[in-house]
Nanobody, 115 residues
């Protein structure tokens, strides 16, 4: 099993930045796919950024150039650096991992961007 614990959400003004963290109970190097999704009120959960294998990444078009996913292998933690935030980025952000054919989700962290 994989446990995921997110932190770093909060309230920020438009144009501001936040960094989310997701600590895992297993080595990130053993997890096949890991990243971030988000869900805004009344909308479906959507991919934000993910490591697809090794160092390869995939980003939603709406966040390319503004968000950066990274990881610290020694700390078993991944990060999401979010810059130039706008109100459309307001959502609950979830850490995601796929391990041994199963999907795991964190509890979610709220990000609110005020205009």
């Amino acid at each position: 099993q994989v446990q995921l614990v997110e932190s770093g959400g909060g309230l920020v003004q438009a144009g501001g930045s936040l960094r989310l963290s997701c600590a895992t109970s297993r080595s990130v190097l053993t997890i096949g796919s890991m990243g971030w999704y988000r869900q805004a009120p009344g909308k479906q959960r959507e991919l934000v950024a993910v490591f697809t294998g090794g160092a390869s990444t995939n980003y939603a078009s709406s966040v390319k150039g503004r968000f950066t996913i990274s990881r610290d292998n020694a700390k078993n933690t991944i990060y999401l650096q979010m810059n130039s935030l706008n109100p459309e980025d307001t959502a609950v952000y979830y850490c995601y991992a796929k391990y041994v054919f199963r999907d795991y989700w964190g509890q979610g962290t709220q990000v609110t961007v005020a205009s």
